[in-house]
């Protein structure tokens, strides 16, 4: 749902205000976002059973993987397009700043669930 909601703003302002500044890597990059946000949680929601300690360090290690990615995928389109590039980071830091968000209140939230369930 958090996923069609930031769809759905970028395409309104897009078709609106910013619509000479709409490049079509916008809507790559937003797919290239959402599946490795889907993928990581994928992995991290599989981990969260674990001890605290353990889960805090597998978490620590896959945040880090994730930004790797998503430097490598920033860094080839600044290297290799090289068209528009403020807008594309400017762009490209929304999102991860709103996937990642998204991402921390959602382990937050299942964490004290989780620590909710183990109390009673």
């Given amino acids: 749902m958090f ?4 769809f759905i703003i970028a395409a309104t302002f897009f078709a609106s205000f910013l ?8 809507l790559y990059s937003f797919l290239f976002c ?13 981990k969260i059973d ?13 945040t880090t993987v994730k930004l790797l990615i998503y430097l ?3 860094a080839a389109y600044l290297y290799f397009v090289k068209i528009n590039v403020i807008w594309f980071v400017i762009m490209f830091l929304f999102l991860y700043a709103s996937f990642s968000i998204f991402e ?6 299942i964490l004290k669930k ?6 009673k």
């Fill in 3 to 6: 996923s069609v909601i930031i």
């Fill in 19 to 26: 619509k000479e500044y709409y490049m079509p890597i916008y």
């Fill in 34 to 46: 959402l599946a490795v946000t889907v993928l990581f949680h994928h992995v991290l929601f599989k």
């Fill in 50 to 62: 674990e001890k605290k300690s353990s889960f805090a360090n597998k978490y620590m290690l896959l």
């Fill in 72 to 74: 490598f995928f920033v």
């Fill in 104 to 109: 921390v209140l959602t382990v937050l939230s």
């Fill in 114 to 119: 989780k620590q909710d369930r183990q109390r």
